[in-house]
T-cell receptor, first 115, second 112 residues
Framework: SQTIHQWPATLVQPVGSPLSLECTVE??????LYWYRQAAGRGLQLLFY??????ISSEVPQNLSASRPQDRQFILSSKKLLLSDSGFYLC??????????????FGPGTRLTVL | SQQGEEDPQALSIQEGENATMNCSYK?????LQWYRQNSGRGLVHLIL?????REKHSGRLRVTLDTSKKSSSLLITASRAADTASYFC????????????FGSGTQLTVLP
């Protein structure tokens, strides 16, 4: 199974408040993990990816940060949210063995609204 | 800018008709993939075509790849209302540390 869990499903936060979104994955160990953001009606913007515990690469300068404290846990955080942080956040893992190696498996997403 | 760009941005057809979506990309790729996203949900992988392949089929899906034109198309035959979703192409570039670059998507509406 390549199941990915994300929570919460929806979140409404005031500007300036902190953020913590959590993603946990099942399946093969040491997966590549990804955080994407999707604006309404738009494509996916890669925010962070991780190839292992404690290894984070940032794709776009953001008000956000990511951490990977455990092999199957990927956390997206912010100290102070901005209005522009609103969006749909998706966690993904790169596929495991065999035919799914090049596929990405996505979690159900978190809808964040910053007011 | 997005590596993959789909067109049209939106497509509305009647049930039973075929739907064709196109994708263009800019750099050399290892493979190109198509994903589907139902409203408010995560993406689901549909099909992958490798750079040395020209056409691939999976059920009602047919994907073509033209690396000389850096373009791909996704054809859904005999569409159903349940095919209503957004469709994204995504590319794995050579030496990309296994990152997928997604296009902005085509919103397909299949009317019953």
């Amino acid at each position: 199974s390549q199941t990915i869990h994300q929570w919460p499903a929806t979140l409404v936060q005031p500007v300036g408040s902190p953020l913590s979104l959590e993603c946990t994955v099942e399946g093969t160990s040491n997966p590549n993990l990804y955080w994407y953001r999707q604006a309404a009606g738009r494509g996916l913007q890669l925010l962070f990816y991780s190839v292992g515990i404690g290894q984070i690469s940032s794709e776009v300068p953001q008000n956000l940060s990511a951490s990977r404290p455990q092999d199957r846990q990927f956390i997206l955080s912010s100290k102070k949210l901005l209005l522009s942080d609103s969006g749909f956040y998706l966690c993904a893992r790169l596929g495991g063995q065999g035919g799914s190696y090049n596929e990405q498996f996505f979690g159900p997403g978190t809808r964040l609204t910053v007011l | 800018s997005q590596q993959g760009e789909e067109d049209p941005q939106a497509l509305s057809i009647q049930e039973g008709e075929n739907a064709t979506m196109n994708c263009s990309y800019k750099t050399s790729i290892n493979n190109l993939q198509w994903y589907r996203q139902n409203s408010g949900r995560g993406l689901v992988h549909l099909i992958l075509i490798r750079s040395n392949e020209r056409e691939k089929h999976s059920g009602r899906l047919r994907v073509t790849l033209d690396t000389s034109k850096k373009s791909s198309s996704l054809l859904i035959t005999a569409s159903r209302a349940a095919d209503t979703a957004s469709y994204f192409c995504a590319t794995f570039s050579r030496g990309s540390a296994r990152q997928l670059t997604f296009g902005s998507g085509t919103q397909l509406t299949v009317l019953p």
